[in-house]
């Protein structure tokens, strides 16, 4: 297939269009940096178009009909919204789905300690990253700590223009000879991600008792409980995530890129999110599912391997009045999915690990993976041609500018998403999203040409499939 550039074939109506989707995303992006701060959004946001809470229908014992809004939260961090269709729901859904979770650093439920007075907080990466990318950068702390009477406190300290940062520190390259000889995955330890949080000690007109150590915790702990009401004991029901401080940028003179943190996948969960808000009226029951946990492999209750999702439409199908598993069952089978995460950019500068003519390129749409997986497709799904043809079809009905590629060379890695979760359900699914450079770094590239086909191909899917 010939590659086509599409910024050459916008009029200026649609370019107009195009900024307004990705100015949007960009806010997105910046108010998201956590699942749970995606779902507090998504959830905002859905209301704002006239979604409801399912439990609200629920406990009222309401019923669903053809147009009804709604969605569901499973623990603030996986969210799913449903527009009713006018066909019963047994005959299937158009689903889009995507992840909320991006690699980041977490910190340990026992992690304030002092080291020859400077204070850290000990950490454990989660999900794949290059650690020796997260040092020496501005990083933020996000999260929340829960006490045991249910009190909560939402932390978020590193965005604002007037908060500090913190740091991992570095080996300074005059004394760094041996560790330059180590491989790329040794030359920054897990262990040696623990965040450089304070230096100051804590004084003794300001209640320290002179026998005690440790004074710069103490005051560490001083300002916890000042700006965060958080004593140290705290620290073991929080969850607390280290994210790279800053907001979502504009990359290139031209302004054609964004430059972001956590865009693998939140770049393919809120343009599902913006095309989920933009259908008026669909035949098919139409469905949003973002979830928690892709990066470590969908489990736990958050995650896709979860019943969240299957419960929910079991949910929705007595509430329709047509309560029957088998029923649920066949809604499941019928249905139709696009799991939707992002796909490598061929990076020129790294072209040995590519396979040109099956790769994903800069500004030529929404790609397509009809498989992803590693080696001989080792776990993955892999998409049936007629599928394939179908999603071709409502594409180019809506003039959705689009791509097929693969991860890399067949033996040079590859990856993962929650396609063949779903598969596992009967139901049609192929993996789609927006080309991603440096992705699982943390600052990642996207072009703002494919985010905008990237909405418009998801809007497609709904209206057309």
């Excluded at 693998?264 to 469905?287: G, I, Q």
């Excluded at 928690?292 to 209750?301: F, N, P, Q, R, T």
Aim: hydrophobic residues 40%; glycine residues 8%.
């Amino acid at each position: 297939m010939d590659r086509e550039n599409v910024w050459t074939t916008y009029s200026s109506e649609e370019l107009a269009d195009l900024q307004k989707v990705n100015e949007l995303y960009k806010s997105c992006l910046d108010h998201g940096k956590t699942e749970r701060e995606c779902v507090k959004l998504v959830c905002r946001m859905a209301e704002e178009k006239g979604y409801r809470n399912i439990k609200e229908i629920i406990s009222r014992r309401g019923r669903l009909q053809a147009k009804d809004k709604v969605y569901a939260v499973c623990m603030d961090k996986s969210v799913v919204l449903f527009h009713m269709g006018e066909k019963p729901l047994e005959e299937g859904m158009n689903i889009l789905g995507a992840h909320i979770d991006s690699p980041r650093i977490d910190v340990k439920q026992n992690p304030l300690y002092e080291n020859e007075e400077l204070a850290y907080l000990d950490t454990h990466y989660y999900g794949g990253i290059k650690k020796y990318q997260w040092v020496t950068l501005p990083l933020a702390i996000h999260g929340v700590a829960v006490r045991p009477d249910g009190s909560k406190t939402e932390i978020c300290i590193g965005e604002k223009d007037d908060d500090p940062v913190f740091a991992i520190t570095d080996l300074l390259i005059h004394l760094a000879s041996k560790q330059m000889e180590k491989k790329a995955s040794a030359v920054i330890e897990g262990e040696k991600l623990d965040l450089l949080i304070g230096s100051i000690p804590l004084g003794s007109h300001e209640g320290l008792d002179e026998q005690e150590k440790e004074a710069v915790k103490k005051n560490v702990l001083k300002l916890l409980k000042e700006s965060c009401q958080m004593e140290e004991k705290d620290f073991v029901s929080a969850e607390l995530e280290i994210v790279p401080a800053g907001r979502a940028r504009d990359c290139g003179l031209d302004r054609s890129m964004v430059m972001a943190y956590g865009q693998d996948d939140r770049v393919c969960a809120f343009t599902s999110l913006f095309a989920m808000l933009d259908v008026e009226n669909v035949e098919k029951t139409a469905c949003c599912i973002l979830v928690d946990k892709e990066e470590i492999g969908s489990v736990g209750a958050t995650g896709m391997h979860s019943r969240f999702f299957e419960n929910t439409v079991a949910e929705l199908v007595a509430l329709s009045g047509e309560e029957s598993e088998l029923k649920v069952r066949r809604a499941l089978q019928n249905s139709k999915m696009l799991s939707s995460d992002v796909s490598a950019a061929f990076d020129p500068m790294y072209a040995d690990a590519f396979e040109k003519r099956s790769s994903a390129f800069f500004a030529n749409g929404l790609v397509f993976n009809k498989f992803t997986g590693s080696r001989g497709k080792s776990g993955s799904n892999d998409a049936n041609a007629e599928y394939l043809a179908q999603i071709r079809r409502a594409m180019d009905r809506k003039k959705v500018a689009y791509q097929f590629a693969e991860l890399g060379k067949v033996d040079a890695g590859g990856g993962g998403t929650i396609a063949y979760i779903m598969a596992n359900y009967g139901m049609e699914v192929i993996d789609s999203g927006v080309a991603v450079l440096c992705m699982h770094a943390p600052w990642e590239i996207t072009s703002k040409a494919d985010v905008y086909e990237a909405y418009k191909g998801y809007k497609a899917f709904i209206e057309e499939m």
